[in-house]
Every structure is written in C-alpha cells, then in structure tokens.
C-alpha cells in the first residue's frame, strides 16, 4: 500500500518535473494533484497502513510546494470521502465493518462530484481540496502549517479553529462510543498515568 500510494506517487513526480519544469515562465502555470483521503486527515480504525500513506502525501505535497513554486507549479492535495467506485466495492467485502460505521460520518460521493471539485480547485490554484462539508471541516480542524492562498480561507481558518476543535473532539467521542470505549474514561485513564510516571 505505501509502495503505491507513497513511493508511487513520488517517482511519477520525480520523473514528470523536468518537462514540466522545462520553459514554464513561456507556457504558464503548472500543476500536480495529489489525491490522499478524508482518512489522511484523521486517523480512522481500521485504516492503520492506508491513513499513513495518505498522511504521508500531505508531508509530501508541503514540501514540494516549497521546492517547486518558484517554477510556477501549483500543488493540490485532494481530500475525498468515501467514493461510489468498483474499487470501494471490492474493499467493502473485507473491511470490518466500524470502519464502514466511522467513515459513514463523512458519507459517500460519486466519482464525478469529487472530479469537479478537484478540477474546480485545481483552477483555483487551491492547496487543499476539500470535496463535501465535513470535508470544509476537516481541512480547518487540519489547517496546520499549509500554504494558502485564499485571504478568506485564512481568515475563517483563524476565525474557526477553536469551535471546529471542539466539533472534532465530538466526533471522536463518538467513534470511541461505536468502538465501545467510555471516552470519559479514557480520558481520565489518560490522565492517571501521568500522575504514575
Ligand atoms: C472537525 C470535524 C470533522 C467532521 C467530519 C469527520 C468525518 C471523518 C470521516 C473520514 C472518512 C474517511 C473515508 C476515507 C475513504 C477512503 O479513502 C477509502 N474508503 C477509499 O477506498
């Protein structure tokens, strides 16, 4: 799963830079689109292997930007939810089935809605692509250090931190509730063994 989410990714760039780089000022802007996943913003059970390749894109896709914008490339890292494809199929007949109950918080998408937004972000020279509202969410609660472009997005950025924190915060009690943890109690438990160490 790294191999061809990570490494994968990372060669195809790697090979595609040079022409891409070659007489850009003459031919306009650039870009490369990343795709990672709403499950490489947020940790989701079940997802252990795939949430660490689509986290390790972001890390990815930071640095790159760094490195290629004064070349005028423009990266964009698309976040999708669920997606109504034959490969989602194929996965649901294996995957436990509260990583199916967790990821529902997010819904699912058709292939072509998540298309447009991709393409429509792309245009815009967005960094991050958000695809639905918990997505809009997800790409707040995670602003982190990424670039961004848009003065209004930064603002709200700033502006929403600490209510979309605590909106996260409710979204993980409640997957600690589906996976039959008392968050509370782990919360208190956590707290304990500070107080031993
Ligand atoms: C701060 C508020 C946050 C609110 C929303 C939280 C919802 C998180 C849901 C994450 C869903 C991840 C689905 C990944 C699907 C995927 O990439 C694979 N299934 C592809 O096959």
């Known amino acids: 799963m790294f191999d061809v989410n990570v490494i994968g990714t990372f060669h195809l760039i790697k090979a595609a830079l040079p022409l891409m780089k070659k007489d850009r000022k003459s031919r306009g802007p650039a870009s490369i689109a990343i795709i990672s996943s709403q499950a490489g913003q947020v940790g989701i059970y079940g997802y ?3 949430s660490a390749s689509k ?4 890390g990815l896709a930071e640095a790159l ?9 423009h990266v964009s890292l698309i976040f999708p939810p669920d997606t109504d494809t034959p490969g989602l199929e194929e996965e649901n007949r294996r995957k436990p089935e509260l990583t199916s109950i967790i990821a529902g918080s997010s819904g699912m998408m058709k292939a072509d809605e998540v298309a447009k937004k991709t393409i429509d972000g792309i245009k815009k020279g967005s960094f991050i ?3 639905n509202i918990e997505g809009e969410l997800l790409s707040i609660a995670t602003a982190g250090l990424s670039p ?3 003065y209004l997005m ?5 502006i929403a931190a600490s209510p979309v924190r605590l909106i996260g915060l409710f979204f993980q009690w409640n997957w600690d509730m589906k ?5 509370l109690e782990r919360m208190e438990s956590s707290s304990r063994q500070k107080v031993q160490s």
């Open 148 to 150: 961004q472009r848009s």
């Open 154 to 158: 930064a603002f709200l950025e700033v």
């Open 65 to 73: 930007q760094h490195e290629v914008i004064a070349d005028d490339i």
């Open 129 to 131: 692509i958000p695809c």
């Open 48 to 50: 252990t292997a795939y």
């Open 55 to 58: 986290f390790a894109l972001r």
């Open 179 to 183: 996976l039959e943890i008392d968050p």
